[in-house]
């Protein structure tokens, strides 16, 4: 079955730190793009971040950028997203996923997501 499973979700406080990882099965990620968008509700879908898998560069919004890092293990089938010094702002489901970079990032393929929430 082809599937992406995400974890590590959960409650943070404003400027701490959560880290999610997201295990692909049925397929090999080494041949997508692979990164992480959310969702909060009543807003839209926010990417951030995708990762490439010609070279490992990876996007990243200006809202995460310096603050989320995310990262690809292909022997592992996973990648990951550490996030530091987060914000109220930050609360969403977090779905990793397939992604592509034209025009801005589009995600194509995606698990069922995980929730953060931040706040005091």
């Known amino acids: 079955q082809v599937q992406l499973v995400e974890s590590g979700g959960g409650a943070a406080q404003p400027g701490g730190s959560l880290r999610l990882s997201c295990v ?40 995460v950028k310096g603050r989320f890092t995310a990262s690809r293990d292909n022997g592992k089938n996973t990648v990951s997203l550490q996030m530091n010094n987060l914000k109220p702002e930050d609360t969403a489901v977090y779905h990793c996923a397939t992604c592509r970079l034209a025009n801005g990032v589009e995600y194509d393929f995606w698990g069922r997501g995980t929730q953060v929430t931040v706040s005091s």
């Open 24 to 63: 692909a099965s049925g397929f090999t990620l080494d041949r997508f793009n692979i990164g992480w968008f959310r969702q909060a509700p009543g807003k839209e879908r926010e990417g951030v971040s995708c990762i490439s898998s010609h070279d490992g560069d990876t996007w990243y919004p200006d809202s």
